[in-house]
């Protein structure tokens, strides 16, 4: 579970109130300068001069300065997750979400079933561009920590329940849960039948569908590369308890998944707001080209590896946030298969050797989605409608 509260004071009352009566198991720190280990650290301290040096300790337009966030992550007791566990999901978690703001994690397990728990304690501060923290998006937040702990073996963390306002949402719009909260859902026989290296066609239309929605930019355009790649769209029965869509091979239509079924990332509900939004966008126009006609080669001549490993390539671009051929080299770095990041760059382009002024590195702040200089400009269609609109 992912707890969020702001905060709009000085970090020394929350370092306080988290350190009082000698109750921290322990302590990490990323973005920060901690002396030694052993030695007591003042990040509190720290963090207010940050704030203080790039200005960010006023208000604005009128409004109190949201001066840290305050999260808490708390697993699953049933998992009995280690101290050490734990550290390795809360330092991974807050790494891959908070980069460059100085970040304090305290350890505890004083609640009722003495289960380890950590508070997340981040600056309001970008310390390679000085600006403040956005509010991040609190469901981005969770998918987030969910999919780092189910890839440390743990349970899904399902959200608290609603409670106020949106509890009495919840009971006018009583939809059931969905079967599963994991982004990622892959049952047992499945994964039996890919350690044994045999063929399942769950596998199949799964890897078709992740190439699919990753360079699509509209629910027809998912739907059109889909039927080139012989996996047929249609919605479920409407007296299903959850809207969805139902994935079947064109060449054997008896065998149809749901999207849910192989996890939320692949439902209806989950990918119609992305396409309304244009689609994920994390790859050029050249890339998205080059990867769905290799996913169609693979298809036509019946490749399910390459078609498989693609989807995985495409899968790493995404979770990672790539921006350019550099990050890929620090994904390296950071022991992701090194198969996977040579075929991201081999793979049509889809990550092209950055110019200087296109890929300066962490300093910018807004990346922009993979760009190959060498690629086409804009499609057809948005010409046309940029055309029209002027």
């Known amino acids: ?37 052993g030695r007591a650290f003042d990040w509190a301290a720290a963090m207010d001069e940050t704030r203080r040096l790039f200005g960010n300790d006023s208000a604005w337009r009128g409004r109190r300065a949201r001066t840290y966030k305050h999260y808490v992550v708390s697993p699953d007791p049933k998992d009995g997750v280690s101290l050490d566990g734990l550290r390795a999901l809360a330092i991974r978690w807050a790494q891959e979400s908070f980069p460059n703001h100085e970040v304090a994690i305290v350890y505890h397990d004083d609640n009722a079933n003495g289960i380890p728990h950590a508070h997340v304690v981040v600056n309001n501060t970008d310390v390679e561009t000085g600006r403040r923290l956005q509010d991040p998006d609190p469901k981005a937040l969770a998918r987030s920590l969910q999919r780092i702990a189910e890839s440390l073996g743990m349970s899904p963390l399902e959200p608290p329940a609603p409670s106020g306002v949106a509890s009495r949402a919840a009971r006018r719009d009583a939809r059931p849960a969905p079967g599963t909260y994991r982004d990622e859902h892959v049952r047992r026989a499945e994964r039996e039948l890919a350690d044994r290296g045999e063929y399942s066609w769950v596998a199949g239309i799964r890897a078709r569908v992740k190439v699919a929605r990753s360079v699509s930019r509209s ?19 409407p007296r299903a308890a959850r809207r969805d869509w139902v994935y079947s091979l064109a060449d054997a239509p008896t065998r149809k998944v749901s999207g849910e079924r192989l996890g939320l990332s692949y439902g209806r509900e989950r990918l119609q707001p992305l396409f309304r939004a244009g689609g994920a966008r994390r790859i050029a126009d050249a890339g998205e080209r080059a990867i769905a006609a290799i996913a169609r080669r693979a298809v036509e001549v019946g490749d399910l590896e390459e078609l498989k ?52 590195g962490r300093t910018t702040t807004r990346r922009q989605p993979l ?8 499609r057809r269609d948005e010409r046309g409608r940029e055309g029209h609109e002027r």
């Open 219 to 237: 629910e027809a355009e998912f739907r059109s590369l889909l039927a080139s790649l012989g996996v047929e769209v249609s919605d479920n029965s």
């Open 1 to 37: 579970m992912l707890k969020a509260i702001s905060g709009h004071t000085s970090t020394k009352g929350i370092r306080r109130y988290l350190t009082k009566k000698n109750r921290s198991l322990a302590e990490d720190c990323l973005n920060l300068d901690p002396p030694e280990p």
């Open 371 to 378: 760009r190959d200089d060498s690629a086409p400009g804009p």
């Open 309 to 360: 490993t693609l989807s995985e390539a495409v899968s790493l671009i995404e979770s990672s946030h790539a921006a350019c051929a550099a990050d890929l080299d620090g994904l390296a770095a950071k022991g992701a298969p090194p198969r996977l990041v040579d075929y991201a760059r081999q793979s049509g382009r889809p990550i092209p050797q950055p110019t200087p002024p296109a890929c300066p």
